[in-house]
C-alpha cells in the first residue's frame, strides 16, 4: 500500500451567484481549500454556519460540482466526473445528514430503505438480500431485527432513525463516509452511542470519515485531526489534542472560548459580532473584522495556511511571522 | 439566602394532553420555586416535559393540553385564578417568555420599533410616541444593537440579532419572570455565548427572576444558579449548578448526562451515554420512569415511584437515596 492518503483535496473552489442589488455577483462559501484524509483516519470540520463546511461535504459527495480544484479520491479526480463514474464513485463515498427526520421516507419500512441500494448497487436478491439487511441492522445495534425491519421511519426515535441512515450508507460498502453534523439534533443522552457507533465502524471497516460540526468537544472526540474554517477558508488545522492545547488562531480561541464547559469563564476575545464576508471581491484575512489583534496587514493581503510544525498548520499573520 | 421572595410558586403541576388512547400525563407533580432575581435551569430531552411546563405557567396551553392539577403563583397571584382581562394585563408585565425560534416569534411584516410600540401600547393605552421610542432606544441599547435598527424588519437581522430583539421585548415590561425556552439553541457556538453573556448582563441590571429551558446541561450549570433536571415529566433532580458539574450523589439519570456528552478539557474520557431511548409518554415505563434505562434499578424501582426527596444540598428522586446506602459512583 502507497503512502497517498485516501481523499486529497487541492485548491478547491465552490461559488454560487447571487443577486446583490439586481447586479449578479459571485460569493465564493468554499475558498481554495486543501486537505487530505487517510484510509481509517476522521477529520472533524468545525465552523459556524457560512463558514463552508457544509459545502465542503456536498462537494465530497458531488452533490455539488466544485468550481475549480481538484477532489482525488484514490488517486482518481472525481471532481468532474458523471454518469457512471460518478455513480461508481458513490458506491465509495456515503453521506449521513443531520435531521434523521428527514432523511428517511415516511411511508418506506427501515428494511425498504436498505433494500434498495444493496439491489442496485450489491446486486443482492433474495436470501442473500435479507441477511444482508440483518447484518446491517445489528451492526448499527437496531435489535430485534425482525420488529426493526417491518417498522416505518415515524415508529423510531431520533437515535434510532440515525442509527438507519448510518446503516443505509454502510449497504453500499463505503471506505469514505461524510457525516454532516450527525449528532445536533438528537437528544443528548443518546448521542454518545452514534459517536461510539461511527467510532466502532470506523475502527472495524477502516472507513474514513469527514465529520462536519460545530462543537469542538465532539470534535475532538471523533476527530483524529480537526480543522477549523471560516468564511470559506481554513484557519487551522492539527492534531485534535494539540489544537485544543495549542489553539494559534484567534478565530480558533474565540471559538474555544464560547464553547460551554470550562472551569472558569472569559470574556470572548472578539470585536464585533459580523458574518464572515463571502463575497469573491473581498481582501484580506476573512476574520479581520472580528479579530481583536488585527493589524493593517490583515486587512490587505490574506494569511496563507502554514505549518507551523508537521501536523499543526495556521493561516494568520501574526502567528506566520 | 433563601430568605428572599418567591417570584413563582409551582405545586404539585401537573399537565395532560389528549390522545386517542387517553390523556397522556407530560408534567406529572411538579413543584419548583422561584425566588427574585435568580436563574433556575430546567433540563431535560424532548418530551421531558420542559415546554409543557413553560406553556403552563404562561398560561398558553391551547387545544388538548390542559392542566389537571396543582397551582401556578407569581407574585403571590394564582395564574389559573385570574380572569381572561386580568389574564391579558398580568402576562408580560409580570411573566414573559423568550420563545426558541426568534425567526418565528416576530412579525415579518413589523419593524422593530413596530413591534416594541405594539407591545408597550397593549398595557399602557396613553403611552406618548415619544415616551414609547425613548424606551424603545434604551432596549436596543440594552441588547447591544444599534438604535438604527428599530427602523429594521425581521429580515434584516442577523439570527443573532433576532434572538435580541426577541428579548428586548421580554422585558420591555420589566416583568419580574421571564421564561426563556431554549433561546440559543438555533444559534452559532459564539453568537449563543455572546447572547448568554448579555443575558446575565442584562439580568444584573435590570433585575428580575429567569426560568431558564435547555437540552444543554454544560450550558445551564453554566449559567443558573439552581438547576431542575426533568424525566418524562417528572423532576428527578434539583440542585445548586456547582454540585452538577461534578460527577457524586446524583439521580443516575443525572450521572448519566454527565457522561454522555464530550468534555473539552478532560483528558480520554471515555463517554458513555445512556442505553435504551427517552421514554414514550403514552406507555410509560411503571413504577420509575427511568428504571429500564437505568444501571442500578431494583425490582422496587419497577413498581413503586420514587418521591423527589432531600438527600444531602440537593432533591433527588430515587429509591437509591432513600433510606439505603448512597451507591458509590465513579
Known amino acids: 500500500m502507497s503512502d497517498d492518503p485516501l481523499l486529497r483535496v487541492d485548491e478547491l473552489v465552490v461559488r454560487f451567484p447571487i443577486k446583490a442589488n439586481g447586479q449578479k455577483t459571485f460569493i465564493r462559501p468554499v475558498d481554495r481549500v486543501s486537505f487530505f484524509i487517510r484510509e481509517g483516519e476522521v477529520l472533524a470540520l468545525v465552523g459556524e454556519s457560512g463558514s463552508g463546511k457544509t459545502t465542503i461535504g456536498k462537494a465530497m459527495m458531488r452533490i455539488l460540482e466544485p468550481t475549480s480544484g481538484s477532489i482525488l479520491f484514490d488517486q482518481k479526480e472525481v471532481g468532474h466526473v458523471r454518469g457512471r463514474k460518478l455513480i461508481d464513485y458513490r458506491t465509495s463515498v456515503q453521506m449521513i445528514f443531520q435531521d434523521p427526520f428527514g432523511s428517511l421516507n415516511p411511508v418506506r419500512t427501515i428494511e425498504q430503505h436498505l433494500q434498495f441500494p444493496l439491489q442496485k448497487h450489491q446486486q443482492l436478491r433474495g436470501q442473500a438480500l435479507d441477511e444482508r439487511i440483518t447484518s446491517l441492522l445489528e451492526q448499527v445495534g437496531l435489535t430485534p431485527v425482525a420488529e426493526t425491519r417491518i417498522k416505518y421511519p415515524h415508529e423510531l426515535s431520533g437515535g434510532q432513525r440515525q442509527r438507519v441512515a448510518i446503516a443505509r450508507a454502510l449497504a453500499v460498502g463505503p471506505r469514505f463516509l461524510v457525516a454532516d453534523e450527525p449528532i445536533s439534533m438528537l437528544d443528548v443522552s443518546i448521542r454518545a452511542g452514534i459517536l461510539r457507533l461511527m467510532n466502532e465502524l470506523k475502527e472495524q471497516y477502516r472507513l474514513a470519515f469527514l465529520y462536519i460540526t460545530h462543537d469542538l468537544a465532539s470534535a475532538r472526540y471523533f476527530g483524529d485531526r480537526i480543522m477549523v474554517m471560516y468564511g470559506g477558508k481554513i484557519m487551522e488545522s492539527a492534531d485534535s489534542r494539540e489544537l485544543l492545547r495549542r489553539p494559534l488562531h484567534p478565530y480558533t480561541q474565540l471559538l474555544l472560548a464560547a464553547t460551554p464547559g470550562h472551569e472558569e469563564k472569559q470574556a470572548l476575545p472578539e470585536t464585533s459580532n459580523l458574518p464572515p464576508n463571502l463575497a469573491e471581491s473581498r481582501k484580506g484575512c476573512p476574520f479581520a473584522s472580528r479579530c481583536p489583534h488585527v493589524t493593517a496587514q490583515c486587512e490587505q493581503e490574506e494569511p496563507k495556511l502554514e505549518e507551523i510544525t508537521d501536523s499543526h498548520a495556521v493561516a494568520c499573520h501574526l502567528v506566520s511571522t | ?330
Not at chain 2, 403571590?76 to 385564578?81: I, L, S
Not at chain 2, 441599547?141 to 421580554?170: E, F, N, T
Not at chain 2, 424525566?231 to 443516575?252: D, K, M, Q, W
Not at chain 2, 425490582?299 to 437509591?320: D, M, S, Y
Open chain 2, 1 to 330: 439566602m433563601t430568605e428572599r421572595k418567591p417570584v413563582l410558586e409551582i405545586e404539585h403541576l401537573s399537565v395532560a394532553y389528549d390522545s386517542p388512547r387517553g390523556p397522556v400525563q407530560a408534567v406529572n407533580d411538579v413543584s419548583l420555586a422561584i425566588y427574585e432575581e435568580e436563574i433556575v435551569g430546567l433540563v431535560g430531552e424532548s418530551g421531558s416535559g420542559k415546554s409543557t411546563m413553560a406553556y403552563a405557567i404562561m398560561r398558553l396551553l391551547k387545544g388538548v393540553a390542559y392542566v389537571t392539577g396543582g397551582s401556578i403563583k407569581i407574585n403571590g397571584k394564582d395564574v389559573y385564578g385570574l380572569s381572561k382581562q386580568e389574564l391579558r394585563a398580568f402576562r408580560w408585565a409580570e411573566m414573559a417568555m423568550v420563545f426558541q425560534s426568534a425567526m418565528s416569534a416576530l412579525n415579518p411584516v413589523m419593524t422593530v420599533e413596530q413591534q416594541i410600540a405594539d407591545t408597550i401600547r397593549s398595557h399602557q393605552k396613553n403611552a406618548s410616541s415619544a415616551e414609547i421610542r425613548k424606551r424603545a432606544e434604551e432596549l436596543l441599547d440594552l441588547v447591544r444593537i444599534d438604535r438604527k435598527h428599530l427602523k429594521s424588519y425581521p429580515h434584516q437581522l442577523s439570527g443573532g440579532m433576532k434572538q435580541r430583539v426577541v428579548i428586548a421585548i421580554a422585558i420591555c415590561l420589566k416583568p419580574s419572570l421571564v421564561i426563556m425556552d431554549e433561546p440559543t439553541t438555533a444559534l452559532d457556538v459564539v453568537v449563543q455565548r455572546s447572547i448568554l453573556d448579555q443575558i446575565q448582563e442584562i439580568q444584573r441590571e435590570v433585575k428580575f427572576a429567569i426560568l431558564f429551558i435547555s437540552h444543554d446541561f454544560s450550558l445551564v450549570s453554566e449559567l443558573a444558579s439552581r438547576v431542575a433536571i426533568m424525566y418524562a415529566g417528572r423532576v428527578v433532580e434539583l440542585a445548586g449548578s456547582r454540585r452538577l458539574r461534578v460527577a457524586g450523589e446524583h439521580h443516575p439519570y443525572t450521572e448519566g448526562l454527565l457522561r454522555a456528552i464530550p468534555r473539552l478539557t478532560a483528558d480520554d474520557v471515555v463517554i458513555e451515554g445512556i442505553p435504551g431511548n427517552p421514554p414514550n409518554l403514552v406507555e410509560l415505563p411503571s413504577g420509575c420512569a427511568f428504571h429500564p434505562r437505568c444501571a442500578h434499578a431494583t425490582e422496587r424501582c419497577a413498581v413503586e415511584e420514587p418521591r423527589l426527596q432531600k438527600t444531602g444540598q440537593a432533591e433527588i428522586a430515587c429509591h437509591l437515596f432513600q433510606g439505603r446506602e448512597v451507591p458509590q459512583h465513579v
